[in-house]
């Protein structure tokens, strides 16, 4: 979460990525988004990602010792979205998403897939 915490600072616009027992994060390149906060749909990823709108890393890369290039870690974070793990995907969840649909106040408690997933907040402008 602090990733996409200071990819928004940043003026930028961060994704979660959920997997079995783990997450990590992308970055949408240009002002775009899902049409849904939540998107169980992969392959919408992967074409995102395909078409140069949307990078995606893994988070744990960028904080070893010693420390990877980053391209390592989108090169990661790609690898597990190919379809030979796809099995492993919960779903992604697109922030700007959420704030173009005005979820400024929130609780939510969603089980998709088994995930159990609890997020109170408010997000401020």
Not at 5 to 26: C, M, N, R, W
Not at 60 to 67: D, F, G, H
Request: aromatic share 10%; glycine share 4%; charged share 20%.
């Amino acid at each position: 979460m602090l990733f996409c915490s200071t990819i928004e600072q940043a003026g930028l616009y961060p994704i979660v990525i959920l997997k079995d027992g783990h997450s990590f994060v992308g970055v949408w390149l240009q002002p775009d988004s899902f049409r849904s906060v939540v998107t169980d749909d992969v392959t919408a990823l992967r074409k995102r990602i395909s078409l140069n709108e949307l990078i995606v890393f893994e988070t744990t890369l960028i904080t070893q010792s010693p420390v990877l290039p980053f391209s390592a870690a989108i090169e990661n974070g790609k690898k597990q979205l190919v379809e030979e793990v796809e099995a492993d995907f919960v779903c992604a969840i697109d922030i700007l998403s959420m704030l173009k649909n005005a979820l400024f106040e929130f609780y939510n408690l969603l089980n998709i897939s088994g995930f159990l997933i609890h997020y109170r907040g408010i997000l401020q402008h």
